[in-house]
């Protein structure tokens, strides 16, 4: 019995289609593993020289020397303007806006020397002390190493962009030990759609890079979460509270950083620097503010600091981080989000238990909550914040409190202040233009090679009687005909056949000049989304494509054809 072939060429041609379920799982295993050994090395770069640097461990900033709050992040401020200053504007873009930028505009094709700037400038900004989290440069890092892999296999542009979508769920899976909030982020804020077939290879990536993160540094989530729980209904008023005030938190944080941004000097070195400085002497004043702040937040979980600390904390993190993402620091946002949130929560437990308030729940619950509803404010992804509490709490009857003040948040955020993602608001400052269309993102699952006809001949201009009898006879759908440096019409067979009968006695045939329905038609690569080949025909004004072949992009290579109503028969159905 003779096998079926397997081959790469084969693997594009299933890739084509949204439903070739076995081969997006064997992707989404692929990148799982490209992103978990990605986030190990960017977690060794940076804790490594911290816990030499650090006295105490690689998160301990406070044991430092009083002039050393100032000093680590000023320094870094300046070793990264002088590096930043002397990479190209184009390989500067980095981050999680940068991955959107390049999923929206460039079907998820990220460039390997802007991985390598985030790779290094993250390293230096945490290891300094910046005022920030790992897990947007390691959104971007995971992002960039699944999307260079479908590159170089030169997968179709489908397929590169669910690439994207493990590569980030995959990083957030590393970076908390969270594989399901990586997979709902990757969904709610990345790829922005929920579809079956999308879900299988983003959650094997997540479990995957999980499970890497966890052979190298343990099983246990960033924070070792206390067992909380809601005591009593007496908590109810309390987390309505709660969620009103991290809104507010919430959107006086984009905001700030809004205002910053406007702001903001045009030279890159001196924005930096500013951060820097900014963050130095917030951190003579409140250490906590420096590098990630976990330590922090596990203090804030067991109840351990006082509530002017708390207070402190929340405040001067959201000046400090605010201003490094404003000013452009290669740092995320996602930690210090965490950060701010779980002091805001603490505080409230601190001020309630001051008021005499004895039948509330742990200091810890709060700053859980807290925790969720900031995240799930800032980045307006309720669902993401809510897996992301469950996992770090491993309780499920978590789900219920961090529900109401999750979604409070959320309104109180959007609707009271009209507030939207940080990062479409980022992208927006930043002037870059980002749509989204149920259309744009039903076309953006498939490629043009799931659906355009392979029925076709590529025949010159001139044809004699004999070969056009021999394509009559052989019948494909579809005639290409050559124009003068390239393909310019395509026309169907049974017009040729029609001519055919009505003359008999002809020698040879001008397929341009022969009575018949024409479409001029355009080139496209096979690897395009039907997203692409529709743009395609809308900005030529052209009836049709010929579909070039991958492996000679810049030669005319046709293998199929595919038309307008093609398109539309797609996505209507």
């Not at 100032?70 to 390989?91: N, Q, R, T, Y």
Request: net charge neutral.
């Amino acid at each position: 019995m003779k096998r079926p072939r397997i081959s790469i060429r084969t693997f594009r041609r299933q890739l084509a289609s949204i439903d070739s379920t076995p081969q997006f799982a064997i992707l989404g295993v692929c990148s799982g593993l490209v992103t978990g050994l990605v986030i190990v090395l960017f977690r060794k770069l940076v804790e490594m020289p911290l816990s030499v640097l650090l006295p105490g461990g690689e998160e301990n900033f406070e044991g430092l020397p009083w002039a050393a709050y100032f000093f680590f992040p000023f320094i870094g401020a300046l070793v990264l303007g002088a590096l930043m200053s002397l990479i190209k504007p184009e390989h500067r873009r980095i981050g999680v806006v940068h991955v959107l930028e390049r999923l929206g505009r460039y079907q998820g094709h990220l460039p390997f020397r802007n991985l390598v700037t985030q790779l290094v400038t993250g390293t230096i900004a945490l290891v300094s002390g910046q005022s920030g989290g790992r897990e947007g440069p390691a959104i971007h890092l995971g992002a960039a190493g699944s999307s260079l892999l479908g590159q170089y296999l030169s997968l179709p542009n489908n397929s590169i962009r669910i690439l994207v979508g493990c590569g980030a769920a995959a990083a957030i899976a590393g970076s908390f030990n969270t594989p399901i909030a990586g997979v709902i982020f990757s969904m709610e804020v990345i790829l922005m759609e929920y579809t079956v077939a999308g879900f299988i290879p983003v959650i094997l990536a997540a479990v995957v890079a999980a499970l890497i993160n966890q052979l190298v540094f343990g099983a246990d989530t960033a924070f070792p979460v206390p067992a909380v729980a809601m005591n009593s209904f007496h908590d109810l008023p309390l987390l309505i509270l709660e969620g009103v005030m991290i809104g507010v938190l919430a959107a006086v944080y984009v905001r700030f950083i809004q205002v910053i941004y406007r702001r903001a000097p045009a030279t890159l070195w001196l924005r930096l620097l500013i951060a820097g400085t900014v963050t130095g002497l917030a951190g003579l004043a409140v250490p906590q503010v420096l590098g990630l702040g976990y330590d922090t937040v596990n203090f804030a979980l067991l109840g351990q600091l006082p509530l002017i600390v708390l207070i402190a904390a929340c405040l001067f993190k959201i000046i400090t981080s605010a201003t490094s993402v404003a000013m452009g620091m290669p740092v995320g946002v996602i930690g210090p989000t965490l950060f701010i949130g779980a002091t805001a929560g603490g505080a409230m437990a601190a001020i309630a238990a001051g008021a005499g308030l004895d039948n509330i729940s742990s200091p810890g619950f709060y700053v859980m909550l807290g925790m969720g509803a900031m995240m799930g404010a800032v980045l307006q992804a309720p669902l993401a914040a809510l897996m992301a509490v469950m996992e770090l709490t491993q309780n499920p009857s978590i789900i219920l409190p961090a529900m109401l003040v999750i979604i409070i948040a959320n309104v109180t955020a959007n609707e009271g202040f009209g507030l939207r993602s940080v990062f479409i608001m980022q992208m927006e400052m930043m002037g870059v233009e980002f749509r989204q269309n149920p259309l744009s993102m039903t076309l953006n699952r498939a490629s043009v090679a799931s659906i355009m006809s392979r029925s076709f001949k590529h025949v010159p201009r001139h044809i004699d009687v004999d070969t056009a009898r021999a394509l009559a006879r052989e019948s494909p759908h579809w005639l290409l005909v050559d124009g003068k440096d390239h393909p310019r019409e395509i026309l169907r067979t049974e017009d040729l056949v029609s001519y055919l009968k009505k003359h008999a006695d002809v020698k040879s045939i001008d397929l341009q000049e022969m009575p018949a329905t024409r479409r001029d038609v355009t080139g496209i690569l096979l690897q395009a989304t039907l997203s692409e080949a529709l743009d395609a025909l809308n900005g030529t004004n052209m009836q049709a494509l010929y579909v070039n072949r991958i492996s000679a992009p810049m030669l005319t290579s046709p293998v199929g054809i595919l038309t307008r109503e093609d398109i539309e028969a797609y996505y209507k159905t």
